[in-house]
């Protein structure tokens, strides 16, 4: 028997071919990953985790249309960056184009990692999202997972926010490179006077 693989949310939005559906980017992170990295965060989750750090991600509907040429040019044109990180939302919906991303980023010898509310397991079955497995086939590291409240971790020295998450080291250049701490937070002001906050407590609010 044959399983043919779709996403339900993205036949609802159509995204371009080239195109992702993103909800944020920052450039020169260090708490999404080791060293000083771009994250990009898709549109999209099905999930709606209680205590989701990013639930603006939740919705399918298009919000920051950018292609895949345009982000990559703009990750490569920052010299500080080691690598790229996908988040969001649940980078695995939009699995193909990020896969796209991802072969341009490590071309230029950068490395990539990607957050995910699937198993490793869930994303090599049969019914994973399309394009799982040339998405895998890209990264260097996945943190899988969802985040699960009842099991989060308050620790400055833990790569992950809750126990049943796991962190998957698909490049062993990188087994070294562990060094991130998720029970952190950043706060990046744009050039319009928007803030980022990521990290940890990444919905924290804060007061103008």
Partial sequence: MTHTK?????????????????????????????GCRAVVWVQGCSRECSECFNPASWSFEMNQLISIDTLAQKILSNPRHEGVTFSGGEPFWQAPALADLAIQIKAAGLNVMSFTGFTL???RSPYAPAGAEDLLDQLDLLIDGPYVE?????????????????????????????????????????????????????????SE
């Fill in 150 to 206: 009842s099991l989060a971790i308050h620790r400055p020295d833990s790569l992950v926010s809750s126990s049943n998450q796991r962190v998957h080291v698909l490049n062993p250049a990188l087994r070294d490179r562990l060094t991130w701490a998720s029970d952190q937070i950043e706060i990046h002001v744009l050039k319009d006077g928007s803030r980022i906050v990521t990290g940890y407590r990444g919905q924290l609010n804060l």
């Fill in 6 to 34: 779709h996403n339900p949310y993205l036949e609802l939005i159509e995204i371009p071919a080239g195109y992702l559906n993103i909800m944020g980017y920052v450039d020169e992170s260090e708490v999404n990953g080791p």
């Fill in 121 to 123: 397991e869930q994303l």
